[in-house]
């Protein structure tokens, strides 16, 4: 990144926490969202971000006192997030955010016990309108499910997945009504582990009919029709 649009982005990532933690006053929010529908890097981040933060506000950290608190890697990175944030608050409100990172920390706890995968306890609200797409996953090794972002500039698929090889290449293609496939973005498959991605096309949601992700050799392992 250079330019304009590095400064833009280093300087808004890091107020990617308080966005999702809903702290930012109306011009910071307007910025960190024009400069999200154009950064699919911040895009993700947030995607990362927004699940734990939702429920950060929702959590009673008195009663997740007794809980054990996760292994020191677990969220670490969401956590240091929040840790950032908690730094960024004026001092007053310190000891309230220090409470709900041991809560979040206590939560971790409580899904790595659980053998969950992921942060996904209860329903989250999502800063951006989310229409959940059916999913066919071609390959019988393969779980997948996505939904849908309308943008201004095009639909943008929200990927989560787990059994894509780990290391190899994935593309994905948006159908749009004329049956033309525009390339929407790779990623890497991480085997057994859960895959979140956020791929972005040209397509209209409403000239866009679904979406294929296709492996290294070219064979379609997830199929999508909206
Ligand atoms: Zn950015």
Known sequence: ??????????????????????????????????????????????????????????????????????????????????????????????????????????????????????????????????EPVAVQAVDPGVEASAQLVPHTWGVEVKLTGTGFAAGEVYRVAVTDDAGREVPAGEFLGVGPQQMRCNLNSSVLRDDAVGFEVVDADGEVVVRSRF
């Open 1 to 130: 990144m250079s330019g304009a649009h590095g400064d833009a982005h280093r300087e808004l990532r890091e107020l990617l926490g308080a966005y999702a933690l809903g702290h930012l006053g109306p011009a910071e929010r307007d910025r960190v969202r024009a400069h999200l529908d154009g950064c699919p890097e911040c895009r993700a981040e947030l995607a990362g971000i927004a699940p734990l933060a939702a429920r950060l506000a929702a959590v009673d950290p008195d009663a997740l006192d007794a809980t054990p608190t996760p292994p020191p890697d677990l969220g670490a990175r969401v956590l240091a997030r929040i840790a950032e944030e908690e730094r960024r608050v004026v001092p007053l409100r310190r000891a309230v955010v220090r409470r709900r990172v041991l809560a979040a920390a206590a939560v971790a706890g409580v899904a790595a016990a659980g053998g969950a995968v992921g942060w996904a306890l209860r329903p989250v609200s999502d800063p951006v309108p989310l």
